[in-house]
C-alpha cells in the first residue's frame, strides 16, 4: 500500500509558475514510475507528464512540452512538476499516481495509488 500526498497548487497569475509535490509513504517508492494527470471542471482526467523509477525517462502531454518539467528524488520519496508560464486553460485538480502496471505511460489505467490532489487555479 502505498499513500500519496500532493502539495503546491494555488493561486497564480496567467505567466506565472507553481510547483508541485507528491510524497510517497512506504519504502518501494524508488521501484515505480509515477505520473501526473489533472482534471478541470467538466472534463476528463488528463495525462501530464511521467517518469520512470530512475528518473531517466521522462514523457509529457504533447501540448505541455517546453512549460511542464517532471523531477523526482528518490531519497524524499518525492515527485516534483514544475509548471511555468501557466495559462488559464492549466487550471484543474493535480493528481500523481504510482504505475504499477504494464502500459503506456500516459494511460491513467497504468495507475493505481491515487493521491488526493491539488488545485491550481490561473486567473487571467
Known amino acids: 500500500q502505498v499513500q500519496l500526498v500532493e502539495s503546491g497548487g494555488g493561486l497564480v497569475q496567467a505567466g506565472g509558475s507553481l510547483r508541485l509535490s507528491c510524497v510517497a509513504s512506504g519504502r518501494t517508492f524508488s521501484n515505480y514510475a509515477m505520473g501526473w494527470f489533472r482534471q478541470a471542471p467538466g472534463k476528463e482526467r488528463a495525462f501530464v507528464a511521467a517518469?520512470?523509477?530512475?528518473?531517466?525517462?521522462?514523457d509529457y502531454a504533447d501540448s505541455l512540452k517546453g512549460r511542464f518539467t517532471i523531477s523526482r528524488d528518490n531519497a524524499r520519496n518525492t515527485v516534483y512538476l514544475q509548471m511555468n508560464s501557466l495559462k488559464p486553460d492549466d487550471a484543474a485538480v493535480y493528481y500523481c499516481?504510482?504505475?504499477?502496471?504494464?502500459?503506456?505511460?500516459?494511460?491513467?489505467?497504468?495507475?493505481?495509488?491515487w493521491g488526493q490532489g491539488t488545485q491550481v487555479t490561473v486567473s487571467s
Open positions: 517518469i520512470s523509477s530512475s528518473g531517466g525517462y521522462t
Open positions: 499516481a504510482v504505475k504499477r502496471y504494464d502500459g503506456s505511460y500516459d494511460q491513467s489505467p497504468s495507475y493505481d495509488y
